[in-house]
């Protein structure tokens, strides 16, 4: 831990500190950092012990260790949020046992890609925000379409097509957003603070070889204690976090549709992925207005005055709360808030969404306006903005299936 001098964005709360009951994992003090000084901490590195050979398969936590350098958990808040486990693997590193492949290489990559055709955890909470937000905005793409395509080519309009279409379709895209922030929101509620690692080691005996089994580093579902293992439910325990509460080690809270005063006071209110979610709620729910009011025999029947007020409008204070959102959840995965991190998937989520907020807050800014150039303005800020947030979506969901990064890094 940090001295009590230190910034809040440099040293965990005693209380929030992650993988402390963990023994085989030690937090490194300079690696613990925020890109903002007065908020919680949103990236730590750990370093591990290289356990003893064991006959059988075990958790890391349980072994005998021996220091090595060469291999380290990188802790970070979405991933935690997310269910992921990232290690990082030394180029030059010469272990007696054996480390996973690297992910980021365009193999891995590929199979991560088919992997989004073959894997469908629906009791994964994280899997299902990524899956519901990219339908919705496959159908924001479709309504753009109907209100923007007739700008393009009049001459293709049908009858109907903009109130009916677009209006039906802004509907379902308004509620099916608003369903995917609930969910986003209680998964921020409900992270896993105890940390979890999520890594095993095993005994391979290599074929046509005489020599001794050797350890290797595997991904393990029962080792690991976040949500996304427990098949019962979406937000509900792991099995193995179920046994850490018995032994008193782990995080001992339940699964809760809202914090505490005290956590929120002391801990939610100085997160950023919770501030994240919180705006893309908020952004979400007065959204939500417009697409209720866009609705064919409510659009239809409002004055000028009141399509201002109850359909514009909100478009515009919702979409300002998606910009906020997309811009933190950039901020979350930053080591600085000027240094972007264009090597993280969460980043680039962030960013999209936060072109998608542009997009669909400028949509309104135009369509105050009865101009003729406005109004093709309105419906095209709708169309790319859509289009982003499809992007977005879709790399969430890769994310959210990629639960065991690995990188390989230069040793500094």
Same mark, same amino acid.
């Given at each position: ?16 500190? =992650? ?7 030690? $937090? ?36 005998? =260790? ?36 690297? /992910? ?50 009049? #001459? ?8 009916? +279409? ?24 409900? #992270?896993? !603070? ?15 070889? +005489? ?19 427990? !098949?019962?439910?979406? $937000? ?5 976090? #179920? ?21 929120? !006071? ?26 209720? /009011? ?37 901020? #979350? ?80």
């Amino acid at each position: 831990m940090g001295t009590s001098s230190a910034s809040r964005n440099a040293r965990f709360h005693p209380d929030h500190e =992650p993988l402390k009951a963990n023994t085989a994992l030690h $937090l490194d003090d300079d690696r613990v950092i925020g890109p903002l000084h007065f908020l919680n901490p949103t990236r730590a590195r750990f370093h591990h012990t290289n356990p003893s050979e064991k006959p059988e398969s075990a958790d890391l936590a349980d072994a005998q =260790p021996s220091s090595t350098s060469g291999i380290a958990y990188k802790w970070s808040s979405r991933n935690n949020r997310k269910g992921r486990h990232a290690i990082a693997i030394s180029h030059d590193w010469s272990p007696t046992w054996r480390a996973p492949a690297a /992910t980021n290489d365009a193999k891995e990559i590929a199979k991560g890609v088919l992997r989004m055709c073959t894997t469908f955890p629906v009791w994964d909470v994280s899997y299902l925000v990524a899956i519901i937000f990219t339908l919705g905005s496959v159908v924001w793409v479709l309504n753009a379409f109907f209100v923007f395509y007739p700008d393009l080519k009049p #001459e293709s309009e049908f009858g109907g097509e903009i109130l009916y +279409g677009g209006g039906i379709t802004a509907f379902i895209g308004a509620t099916i957003f608003e369903i995917g922030s609930v969910l986003l929101m209680l998964e921020a509620i409900n #992270e896993n !603070r105890a940390g979890c690692f999520g890594w095993a080691l095993e005994q391979v005996y290599e074929e046509h070889s +005489g020599r001794a089994a050797v350890p290797r580093l595997v991904a393990s579902e029962k080792a690991c204690t976040h949500h996304h293992v427990n !098949r019962r439910n979406l $937000l509900g325990k792991a099995v193995a976090a #179920e046994k850490q509460e018995v032994e008193a080690k782990g995080d001992v809270r339940g699964w809760t549709w809202w914090p505490s005063t005290q956590d929120l !006071r002391t801990h939610y209110l100085h997160d950023l992925g919770f501030l994240a979610c919180s705006s893309q709620m908020a952004g979400a729910t007065v959204f939500w207005i417009s697409g209720f /009011t866009a609705l064919p025999g409510i659009y239809n029947k409002l004055s000028p005055g009141a399509v201002t007020g109850v359909y514009w409008t909100p478009q515009v204070v919702g979409g300002l709360g998606f910009v906020i959102s997309g811009s933190l959840f950039m901020l #979350e995965t930053q080591k600085h808030w000027w240094q972007p991190a264009p090597k993280v998937l969460g980043w680039h989520i962030g960013l999209w969404n936060l072109i998608g907020g542009w997009g669909f807050m400028l949509s309104p800014c135009f369509g105050y306006s009865s101009a003729e150039w406005a109004q093709f303005q309105a419906g095209c800020s709708t169309f790319w903005g859509s289009w982003a947030f499809l992007i977005g979506s879709m790399i969430q969901w890769y994310e959210s299936l990629d639960k065991y990064p690995v990188e390989t890094v230069k040793t500094s």
